[in-house]
């Protein structure tokens, strides 16, 4: 018989709860990957035109260029991969603006990014003539980074609160949405032109967007990922991040760096997609506690499962034809998220 000292014992007893914490989270999140997948072939198969199994197995893997392979190949399997980056980005984006401002209803518009991106596009719109995808992605990016440089200038630069940031957001979004309603007023074109690109939309994906964002969506994911420790320790605090030896001024800067990636690249993309940074991170939270590093890897899976899951529903519920996936994402969001911040674990967060 094998005789364990108590001091070992007590060790193994203090240790076991970490580990099971961390084992029932792994797992979580395996069967949230495969969730995904599962969400990933069926945005590939379902569509408003019905497809065959075997037609759709046809266009991924034997293109000959037919009716149906066109539609998968060139249609349905951007869109879902445009989908898919953009659902990654958006929730980390909100995870990180809700841990950088330490407030949990915060979200990309709180800090007037998405405001950014759309008043470049009503510019480029109204002044320039553009009138393709392609082109607002550029413009729009260029908006959401400027905004984001003026909201942390105006927030106090390095020495930035998240009361002042989200003040300095707050005065940012009024200002920039009063530019663009007065553009639109005195330019029906561009009203035109921006009504559908603000609803928030997948249905003009095509790999050419696709390749236009994807590096600028990798790079702010990695770096939103390799925040999730400093973040932890901003959420306690200023004074006790300081003490834990965080560097504030440098993880806000590349706090602020990682949103203005993600977030721009995807508001450019399709246009501002509400909810889905706001509510993932509430829904993460409950499944993970409030720790960064898990909170972060949850929402890079779990968003794009309901942007996809949303995005799907949108071509089915009308067909033939299409709901945008901003429309869905509301009508989905508002009453969960509703539920969600009144139910008093989530009210305590």
Known sequence: M???????????????????????????????????????????????????????????????GRDTDVVIRDVR??????????????????????????????????LGLNAGAAASVVSAISFLGVSSLTGYVWFAFLGTAVASVLVYALGGSRGATPVRLALAGTAV??????????????????????????????????????????????????????????????????DTARALGTNLGRTRVLSMAAVTLLCGAATAACGPIAFVGLMVPHMVRALTGPDLRWILPYAAVLSPVLLLGADVIGRVVTRPAE???????????????????????MAQL
């Open 173 to 238: 979004y009024a200002a920039l949405y009063g530019y663009i309603n007065a553009v639109e007023l005195l330019d029906s074109a561009a009203l035109d032109k921006m009504r559908f690109w603000t609803v928030g939309s997948l249905a003009s994906a095509n790999m050419t967007v696709v390749r236009q964002v994807t590096p600028f969506l990798l790079v702010g994911t990695v770096l939103a990922l390799a925040l999730g420790r400093s973040l932890n320790a901003v959420a306690l605090g200023d």
């Open 77 to 110: 399997l951007p869109r879902t991969i445009l989908a898919l980056l953009v659902g990654i980005a958006l929730g980390l984006s909100g995870a990180v603006i809700q841990a950088l401002t330490r407030n949990p209803l915060a979200d990309p518009g709180l």
């Open 2 to 64: 094998t005789l364990v000292s108590p001091a070992k014992a007590g060790t193994e007893t203090a240790t076991a709860p970490p580990r099971r914490r961390t084992a029932r989270r792994a797992a979580g999140l395996a069967v949230s990957l495969g969730v995904l997948l599962m969400l990933v072939a069926a945005s590939i198969a379902i569509g408003a035109k019905s497809i065959p199994p075997g037609d759709v197995w046809h266009g991924l893997f034997h293109y000959t």
């Open 323 to 345: 709901l945008q996936v901003g429309v869905v994402t509301t009508l989905i969001g508002g009453p969960v998220f509703i539920y969600l911040v009144r139910r008093r674990r």
